[in-house]
């Protein structure tokens, strides 16, 4: 088995890709080893000293780390995440997703948030996927986009200007009630 690294935008943290599916739908996000409890592998590489986070998506996996350099710790995450497949046992020890909850939007703005939500998912979410990432629509009120990040994206330096300037500007054209874009 080959796992391939990619370095992403946040420098705390590092996209695996085994070379398989790593949850068929849907992410997780782990931000504390206490969150780790419904997934085998995410408790497996929490084990590993100077791992804080650890985001699975459609095929990759982040992880978040600490104060330690990553040629201290990726050997030994490259070797977890190697045993786990190769045991064939499940990522998930139960069909859950991180993706429950709620929206919200005022009556009326249906079709507004349709609109943002398509654009999200077909211009925001694989961009931000390429990068160990994820974002989602949580809701909208009085012209503000609410978005969740996860993975790479939490915490990233660059996940700001990403947001302001990226995600902001590209709603603001095709859906002009839209003034500004906030992270929840």
């Not at 993975?151 to 990226?166: D, F, I, N, R, V």
């Amino acid at each position: 088995m080959f796992i391939q690294t990619e370095a992403t935008p946040n420098p705390a943290t590092l996209k695996f890709l085994p070379g398989r599916i790593v949850l068929p739908e849907g992410t997780m996000d782990f931000r504390k080893s206490e969150d780790a409890g419904t997934s085998p592998l995410a408790q497996t590489l929490f084990q590993v000293d100077g791992v804080e986070g650890i985001f699975f998506g459609h095929d990759f996996i982040s992880v978040t780390k600490g104060d330690v350099d990553w040629q201290h710790i990726k050997p030994a995450i490259l070797g977890a995440i190697m045993e786990h497949f190769m045991s064939g046992a499940p990522v998930m020890a139960s069909e859950m997703s991180d993706e429950s909850d709620e929206e919200f939007f005022e009556e009326g703005d249906e079709e507004t948030v349709d609109t943002i939500k398509e654009l999200i998912e077909t211009r925001v979410r694989p961009a931000v996927a390429q990068d160990g990432g994820d974002i989602t629509f949580r809701g909208f009120r009085d012209g503000i986009v609410y978005l969740s990040m996860r993975g790479a994206c939490s915490g990233c330096p660059s996940s700001t200007a990403t947001l302001k300037h990226g995600i902001q500007n590209l709603l603001r054209h095709f859906v002009p009630e839209v003034e500004e874009v906030r992270a929840i």
